[in-house]
């Protein structure tokens, strides 16, 4: 597709969340050119807290250079790591609603 320009689709994965039973995805960082998202939700699942909250945070605020792709996104030993990294940078963000 033309969204890829001249990068090459190298990775793709998908996750099946029941709100009740999980929480979502712990913080971490893709290392992508260019990043899909897509959710497959009924309209009608959304309560207005959802609608008024809910959707995709992406946070502006790059890990160091130097991080694992395990240190990047794994949950376990580096999570307070990660959070640590958002808190200093005043957890800038652009959220992408539902």
Known sequence: PRVLCSH?????????????????????ADEAAVNLNIWLTPDEALSAADSAEG??????EK???????????????NEAARRRLLEESGFRNVTVPY
Do not use: C, F
């Open 63 to 77: 890990p160091p250079a130097s991080w694992t792709g395990a240190q990047r996104n794994h949950g376990g030993d």
């Open 8 to 28: 090459r689709l190298t990775a793709t994965w998908m996750y099946k969340y029941d709100d009740e039973m999980q929480a979502g995805i712990n913080i971490h």
């Open 55 to 60: 959707g995709l945070v992406v946070y502006t």
